[in-house]
């Protein structure tokens, strides 16, 4: 499957299938939960399904052990969907197929709160890939994707990771 970029779009419904596997929703992953990675998604049960590469806009930082994200299109009402101007870059990851018990572990290690201070935010996203599935009018399949922001407050002073890549980084 091709690498793909984020933009706004109808979100097509996940399968039968895969509903029916309690596989429920989709996740994008771009630093230590990427296969080889510290903490590779994979070692999670139920194991999770590979979906595919994807990019999503924004920037992504080097936090030393790990890599945090700052989001430049946001799919939450909050912020409509727009792009951010000073987050346009691209960040490099993984679509992955999970159930609520995999979500409920990533919420723990991401130390994600309900308040919105933990370390990371829980955001959701579309991605809009080729291929088959539920279609836009322009053809293109979308997913709803759960992405992990990091809190603003511990990128200042971090490096930016130019490549949007946290493997080539290391």
């Known amino acids: 499957m091709p690498d793909e970029v984020v933009v706004p779009g109808k979100t097509g419904a996940a399968s039968p299938d895969a509903e029916a596997n309690g596989f429920v929703r989709h996740v994008f992953v771009y630093g230590t939960l990427r296969r080889g990675g510290s903490n590779d998604i994979t070692r999670c049960r139920p194991l999770p399904q590979f979906v595919g590469h994807a990019h999503i806009a924004g920037t992504l930082y080097d936090l030393g052990a790990y890599p945090g994200a700052v989001l430049g299109v946001l799919g939450d009402a909050s912020c409509g969907g727009k792009q951010r101007a000073d987050h346009g870059g691209l960040i490099h990851g993984e679509i992955y197929r999970i159930t609520k018990a995999v979500e409920a572990e990533l919420d723990l290690l991401e130390e994600v709160r309900d308040d919105g201070g933990g370390e990371y935010v829980k955001r959701e996203i579309e991605l809009v890939l080729s ?3 539920p279609r836009t009018e322009a053809g ?9 922001e990091i809190h603003p407050s511990r990128v200042t002073g971090r490096a930016v990771i130019e490549s949007g890549d946290w493997f080539r980084c290391r």
């Open 140 to 148: 293109a399949m979308t997913l709803r994707c759960l992405v992990y």
């Open 131 to 133: 291929g088959s599935g």
